[in-house]
């Protein structure tokens, strides 16, 4: 076997590995290997052929790690927590909180800086637990 064909069946074992951690990293290496044994078809020393394997997975692996989305705040995400936006009514309020009635259950709530504690609509801001934070002000 030739050096390029080990890189590729390295890079074969590592895209097989890949399909049970599902975690793209080892697909980046993969690339790395592939790297190698396009290094190794060109004639390369395979002291350069590592070199640019090394290189090639590491890039990836950084690319990728910085493509990865921030941690979000599930309680305020309305991707994460279908609550967030919806509306609800309070009829009264006792020093900026309440209990409402949402989704056939009673919750309690309380008001987001900068709302006013006054009966009517209100819309979910947050989600903290059994508390729904509510806003009067559309945002």
Sequence with gaps: MTAWMVWLALAGMLVILEMFFGTFYLL???????????AALLGLSAEVQILLAA???AAGALALRRRRPRKTDAARDPNINLDIGQ???VSHWHEGTARAMYRGALWDVELAHGAHARAGQFVIREV????LIVSNQPE
């Design 55 to 57: 290189l090639v997975g």
């Design 128 to 131: 903290r637990g059994s508390r």
């Design 87 to 89: 509306s609800l009514h």
């Design 28 to 38: 980046m290496i993969a690339l790395g290997m592939a790297a190698g044994a396009l």
